[in-house]
């Protein structure tokens, strides 16, 4: 598919994309693009998602920026096809991200992406794990979505905040079940005051589910 024409945001979508990205609505669109032409070639998407690029993943992320504070350092892990990291960069540009990706497609993917939206500036594409970034970034506020379950995640970003400030991990449905698994790892840790929380409420046909993990 060519960048040009991948799918525009439906009547239902738009009000969601003018509140989320407002002047930046057709940067989002030439993210989009970039998602559902070189993002699937890549496999960094399956095609089966291009119908659903917007309310499953652009706008998905964009909802949870409403759990972070302004002006924050954001390391998104495993950031994949940007997502949360690209879509939060669009929709809050405010804040300044550091994508942190292992696999070499994937970053070259992102250099390209990032630089074709402009945002240089504001986001970092670093190729490590997490855990071998740990000593260089200090970060305010650490994303994830689709990385691992909760108990697995926590160990891998909680040390990129160096003892103060929050995991916003994108979570599904077992959320609840996931934090009730992670009990034990979430006190180690640090965290406490573990929340579930739902963002895009008027906005979204499904809601972005949160779990927020205070730390320090």
């Known amino acids: 598919m060519a960048p040009e024409d991948a799918p525009r945001p439906t009547a239902e979508e738009l009000p969601a994309v003018e509140h989320y990205f407002g002047e930046n609505a057709e940067l989002a669109q030439r993210y989009v693009g970039h998602l559902a032409s070189s993002g699937i070639e890549r496999g960094l998407l399956g095609p089966r998602e291009i119908p659903r690029l917007w309310g499953r993943h652009v706008l998905n992320c964009a909802a949870a920026g409403d759990a972070i504070?302004?002006?924050?350092?954001?390391?998104?892990?495993?950031?994949?096809?940007?997502?949360?990291?690209?879509?939060?960069?669009?929709?809050?540009?405010?804040?300044?991200?550091?994508?942190?990706e292992p696999l070499d497609r994937r970053v070259q993917w992102l250099d390209e992406v990032v630089e074709d939206l402009g945002l240089e500036r504001r986001v970092d594409v670093v190729r490590a794990r997490a855990e071998q970034v740990a000593d260089e970034i200090d970060a305010d506020v650490v994303t994830a979505r689709a990385v691992t379950a909760l108990r697995n995640l926590i160990p891998l970003t909680v040390p990129l905040l160096h003892g103060r400030g929050q995991l916003v991990a994108l979570k599904g449905r077992s959320a609840a079940e996931e934090i009730e698994k992670a009990q034990k790892i979430i006190r180690k840790f640090k965290g406490h005051d573990v929340s579930v929380e739902t963002f895009g409420e008027g906005f979204l046909e499904e809601p972005t589910t949160v779990v927020r993990v205070p730390i320090g």
Do not use: N
């Open 69 to 100: 504070p302004e002006g924050a350092l954001v390391a998104d892990v495993g950031s994949g096809a940007g997502l949360p990291g690209i879509a939060l960069a669009l929709a809050r540009p405010d804040l300044m991200m550091v994508l942190i």
